[in-house]
Structure formats: C-alpha cells, structure tokens
C-alpha cells in the first residue's frame, strides 16, 4: 500500500477521471472473491463489499476536496460495522476498504 500512495502515483490517480478510478477499483473484485470463498464469506459479501468500495472511491474523488479524508474514514468505519466478518479473515473488509478508499481514492484527491 506504501507504494501504492507515493506522490507520483497520487498524481496519476488525479490526472485520470473518476470513473476509471471506480473501473480500477472494480478490478480488485477477484481480491474480495478469493477472499471471501477462502474466508468462509458469500458472493453477496463480495457484492456488498464491492459496492461500498466504488461508492466511497466516487464520493471521495467527485466531493469537496476538504471532505475527502473525512469521507473515505467514513466509508471505511461503515464497512467495519456493516459488514459481516469473514470467519478466517476477520479484518479484510475494513483494510480492503482502507487501502482502496482512504489510502487510493483520498491520497488521489491531495493529488488533484
């Protein structure tokens, strides 16, 4: 995640609209899936997992600048009491939302 949120790949998420930040979220379906069938989750899981994702990734990149840590913690600590736990990896939903949300979308938007 470290070298995921570097100022130079900031301003590449900056530089490109929002909707391919939301289409390069939705490519880590396949992390939330494996997840989910080796964590005991369900593929609704994986849909509510995902579309709490892309719905922070959008109110974080297309909301006031200022606001964008607040709501991509937000969006983060919605994850963690919303969503079920997997039994076998019980903190993959809030850093999955952590690393995507707040360490991609909000770090994008210091860059813009």
Do not use: D, E, I, Q
């Amino acid at each position: 995640m470290v070298a995921n949120t570097t100022r130079a790949t900031a301003g590449w998420y900056a530089a490109r609209p929002a909707w391919l930040h939301v289409a390069f979220v939705g490519l880590h379906a396949g992390h939330a899936g494996l997840a989910a069938w080796l964590g005991g989750g369900s593929p609704a899981w994986v849909a509510a997992l995902m579309s709490l994702t892309c719905a922070g990734v959008l109110a974080v990149r297309c909301g006031p600048r200022a606001l964008a840590p607040g709501v991509g913690l937000a969006t983060v600590a919605v994850g963690a009491f919303l969503l079920p736990a997997l039994p076998a990896a019980p903190g993959f939903g809030a850093l999955f939302l952590l690393k995507l949300v707040f360490g991609f979308g909000v770090h994008a938007r210091r860059g813009a």
